[in-house]
């Protein structure tokens, strides 16, 4: 079964960068979709953009809209997600999931289970 570790967060400022990932082992993430959630303390985990696995294509849910963007690089097994002009709001601990089946599209069927990686925004 594929195993997915995310990365790359951190402390930043507002208005900066982060490109987080999430690395797949034990299997092969290509034709998969890959779905990125967050959740802030407090709250509710919420989705945040996926990737679909039949064509490609990215959506993103309205608040990172025009400020995220995921992109896969099969070669290294990897989905990314690119966070600019991030805010305090974006605080939070990010995880990816994928489905159980290649070819799917989006929303991806299968929980986010790994431990995350922590995105704190704070000047």
């Known amino acids: 079964q594929v195993r997915l570790v995310e990365s790359g967060g951190g402390l930043v400022q507002p208005g900066g960068s982060l490109r987080l990932s999430c690395a797949a082992s034990g299997g092969t993430l290509d034709y998969y979709p890959v779905g990125w959630f967050r959740q802030a303390p407090g709250k509710e985990r919420e989705g945040v953009g996926c990737?679909?696995?039949?064509?490609?294509?990215?959506y993103y849910t309205d608040f990172v809209k025009g400020r995220f963007t995921i992109s896969r690089d099969n070669a290294k097994n990897t989905v990314y997600l690119q966070m600019n002009s991030l805010t305090p709001e974006d605080t939070a601990v990010y995880y990816c999931a994928t489905d159980s089946s290649p070819y799917m599209d989006c929303p991806v069927r299968m929980e986010p289970w790994g431990k995350g990686t922590l995105v704190t925004v704070s000047s």
């Open positions: 990737i679909s696995g039949r064509d490609g294509k990215t």
